[in-house]
């Protein structure tokens, strides 16, 4: 793939990004490259190139492009900004190059002194009906950007012990309530005629099964598939599935205490983290907020 092109408030774009999976099996089957792309109608967009190391063929030097002048005012809502990858894309979005940006940050812990620019929702995404009217989007900004970054990887369990209760909650982190805030910002995107891009931290397991798993791997393709869907069908949404690879998360540290009867490949999570192969969430973060950055005309 030589490059990518956003369909900024035109058409849509449904990417899938891949580092490396986020399993060793995925590491050692898939190449690092960015897969696969499904675009929709040909309309000439403005090209704009991603930020990182998450594509490096677009840019044969290895640097990367900045715009020439101050981008439109973005409006970006952040899921899980508590810890892990959240935590340090939350920082990143704390920077200069996001200094004009409203912050919508959602989850259940409060981060760490929110300026002026930030706002914090107090939400736990694990209820039932998640009341998305609450996210206030400024009325002057030209580009909404929804990062669904917060997950949940348990109940870590096979199949047949699988906690139906636990298991529906595991939906609403990963699926029913990212959709419902999608469907709020979608709706506003489209009343005020200005694009949202929709980042969707995704998974391997998204798309293939994992033992013990049947949570994390059904709520992730569920979420993956709905925003595919919603890209679709929605003239003002782009959709980017990006799938971080292994990250040095507190998720991490939980799916390596797993058991090997609830969880029969977590030896080879334990091995990726002896052997330092897991990535840093700081690096990760940059990537995402490359993308970010580069989501504007
Ligand atoms: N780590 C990896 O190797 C890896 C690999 C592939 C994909 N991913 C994806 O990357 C994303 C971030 O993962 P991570 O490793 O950073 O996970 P993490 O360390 O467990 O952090 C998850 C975040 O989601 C929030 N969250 C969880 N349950 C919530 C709930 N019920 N309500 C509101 N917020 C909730 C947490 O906040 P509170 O607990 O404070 O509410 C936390 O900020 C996830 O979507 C995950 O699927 C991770």
Redo the contacts with the bound molecule.
């Keep these: 793939m030589t490059g990518l092109s956003f369909r900024v408030g035109l058409r849509i774009l449904a990417s899938e990004y891949k580092q490396c999976g986020?399993c060793r099996k995925r590491v050692m089957l898939r190449s690092p490259a960015l897969p696969s792309q499904r675009r929709g109608p040909a309309i000439q967009p403005p090209k704009i190139a991603l930020g990182g190391a998450v594509d490096k063929s677009r840019s044969g030097s290895g640097t990367v492009p900045m715009p020439h002048s101050a981008p439109p005012r973005r409006s970006i809502v952040l899921?899980?900004?508590?810890?892990?990858?959240?935590?340090a894309v939350c920082e990143t979005l704390r920077s200069e190059i996001f200094a004009g940006d409203q912050r919508i940050l959602?989850?259940?812990?409060a981060t760490e002194g929110p300026g002026s620019a930030e706002t914090f929702l107090q939400?736990?995404?694990?209820q039932d009906r998640f009341d998305a009217d609450g996210i206030l989007i400024a009325p002057d900004v030209a580009r909404l950007i929804f990062v669904?970054?917060?997950?949940?990887?348990e109940p870590i369990a096979s199949f047949a012990r699988i906690d139906p209760i636990e298991l529906h909650?595991a939906m609403n982190?990963?699926f029913a309530s990212p959709l419902a805030i999608a469907q709020h910002l979608a709706r506003v995107a489209r009343a005020r005629s200005i694009p949202l891009l929709v980042l969707n931290?995704?998974?391997?397991a998204a798309l293939r099964p994992v033992a013990g798993w049947t949570a994390?791997c059904t709520s992730?393709a569920a979420i993956r598939s709905a925003l595919d869907v919603l890209a679709l069908e929605e003239e003002s949404v782009s959709v980017l599935h990006f799938?971080?690879?292994?990250?040095d998360?507190?998720?991490?540290a939980?799916i390596r205490q797993s058991a090997p009867e609830d969880m029969p490949e977590v030896d080879a999570f334990r091995a990726m983290a002896r052997e330092n192969q897991?990535q840093t969430?700081a690096a990760v973060a940059g990537k995402l907020s490359g993308i970010i950055r580069d989501f504007a005309a």
């Excluded at 931290?201 to 391997?204: K, N, Q, R, Y």
């Excluded at 998360?249 to 991490?252: A, F, G, K, L």
């Design positions: 986020d899921t899980g900004a508590s810890q892990g990858l959240g935590k959602i989850g259940r812990s939400r736990d995404l694990s669904n970054n917060a997950g949940t990887v909650k982190v990963n931290v995704t998974s391997g994390y992730k799938d971080p690879g292994v990250i998360t507190p998720m991490q939980r897991l969430a």
